[in-house]
């Protein structure tokens, strides 16, 4: 099993509509986990981080925790075409950050 | 300058060249980490320094040699790469505590082509 999964396919939403996001982990004694928005061609950009179970909000992003079920999810409300990306999980475990694949959202206008 | 910068930010280099890339991060971290980004691939992690000690080697070919003369700086020597070497290449910075880490912060890359 890989650390940290992510398998959806590219995710197309229409703007203003909600994107979600799934992402699964191995490691139990996980700790610390981050979502990081990637345009194409740039770095990384941290966009939440959540420790704790239950859901964390800023913006327009709210993250999700289950520790028991070992998932992390990311909600985009009001989804724009600015937040076509591709969405990049990561966990902390193990004593390194273990990323999933990514996923790519386009926001079609 | 500000959070974690980079450079070159691009490097085209044959396969018998040798050169170097920078990272530099102003945040006051006291870790540091290269990531290798290939098309269609997750982040792979290649080294970790942790109080400017080399903590991680991720398995990584030795023509890759890291090296950390302080907490603010990071550089990746690169010698005989291969054309698979063609990658973007990441440091980031974090700060640990008491053996937690924190969330990481990205520079903007260098992107390698080795002909």
């Known amino acids: 099993q890989k650390e940290v999964e992510q398998n959806s396919g590219p995710l197309s939403v229409p703007e203003g509509a909600i994107a979600s996001l799934n992402c699964t982990y191995s490691?139990?004694?996980?700790?610390?986990f981050f979502w990081y928005r990637q345009y194409s061609g740039k770095s990384p950009e941290l966009i939440m981080s959540i420790y704790s179970n239950g859901d964390k909000e800023d913006g327009r992003f709210t993250a999700q925790l289950n520790k028991a079920s070992q998932y992390v999810s990311l909600l985009i409300r009001d989804s724009q075409p600015s937040d076509s990306a591709t969405y990049l999980c990561?966990?902390?475990?193990?004593?390194?950050?273990?990323f999933g694949k990514g996923n790519q959202v386009v926001v079609i206008p | 300058e500000t959070g974690v910068t980079q450079t070159p930010r691009h490097l085209v280099m044959g396969m018998t060249n040798k050169k170097s890339l920078k990272c530099e991060q102003h945040?006051?971290?006291?870790?540091m980490y290269w990531y290798k980004q290939s098309a269609k691939k997750p982040l792979e992690l290649m080294f970790v320094?942790?109080?400017?000690?080399?903590?991680e080697n991720n398995s990584v070919p030795s023509r890759f040699s890291p090296e950390c003369p302080n907490s603010s700086h990071l550089f990746l020597h690169l010698h005989t790469l291969q054309p698979e070497d063609s990658a973007l290449y990441l440091c980031a910075s974090s700060q640990v505590d008491s053996g937690f880490y924190n969330e990481q912060f990205f520079g903007p890359g260098t992107r390698l082509t080795v002909l």
């Open positions: 490691d139990r004694v996980s700790q610390s």
């Open positions: 320094y942790n109080f400017k000690e080399q903590t």
């Open positions: 990561a966990v902390h475990g193990n004593n390194r950050l273990a």
């Open positions: 945040l006051g971290h006291n870790a």
